[in-house]
T-cell receptor
């Protein structure tokens, strides 16, 4: 089945810094989602981005499906950005399922 | 618009007891997913429904777990009898055509 990798696994940032999180996948995909799991455990949709670039405030995401990766950019990070960031792509064996990456754990310190 | 609603938010019970988790998906969504999250195994898909019909329950750990979706606005995940290793956060998610999926706030289950 499709393999999903995320890097880095852990990241510590000073408030105000910028960062780039990466999601690599082993097969071509036609859908990709980025989630933020906040310290309270809630899974929040960030982007649904099969291809191209989307922006939402300080966050933006770019998916290059042909090269099998997606990037999540966080600019001017805030402590509320702390948590775990997951990407999720459709399973190669079952269109109805999605496969989650292992996540990037982000800590933003004041 | 209301998101996916799960209840209860927290459940603490003794081993051997029956546990029922509830989920109300977003109106109009045709897919409903049940996930379990633990530190060791991350997010695992347990079962999913399409138009109220269970499609794939291969992620259900064992026969102690069962799930139903009697109508488009309600689903339950039941564990009977519960065991300490079932302790986890259980999420329900819904979607229109698989993605994007929208998650509820989860149920934090502790089995003593």
């Amino acid at each position: 089945g499709i393999q999903v990798e995320q890097s880095p696994p852990d990241l510590i940032l000073q408030e105000g810094a910028n960062s780039t999180l990466r999601c690599n996948f082993s097969d071509s995909v036609n859908n990709l989602q980025w989630f933020h799991q906040n310290p309270w455990g809630q899974l929040i949709n960030l982007f649904y981005i099969p291809s191209g670039t989307k922006q939402n405030g300080r966050l933006s995401a770019t998916t290059v499906a042909t090269e099998r990766y997606s990037l999540l950019y966080i600019s001017s990070s805030q402590t509320t950005d702390s948590g775990v960031y997951f990407c999720a792509v459709p399973s190669a064996t079952s269109y109805d399922k999605v496969i989650f990456g292992p996540g990037t754990s982000l800590s933003v310190i004041p | 618009d209301a998101g996916v609603i799960q209840s209860p938010r927290h459940e603490v019970t003794e081993m051997g007891q029956e546990v029922t988790l509830r989920c109300k998906p977003i109106s109009g969504h045709d897919y409903l997913f049940w996930y379990r999250q633990t530190m060791m195994r991350g997010l695992e898909l347990l079962i999913y429904f399409n138009n109220n019909v269970p499609i794939d329950d291969s992620g259900m750990p064992e026969d102690r777990f069962s799930a139903k979706m009697p109508n488009a606005s309600f689903s339950t995940l039941k564990i009977q009898p519960s065991e300490p290793r079932d302790s986890a956060v259980y999420f329900c998610a819904s979607s229109l055509m698989v993605q994007p999926q929208h998650f509820g706030d989860g149920t934090r289950l502790s089995i003593l």
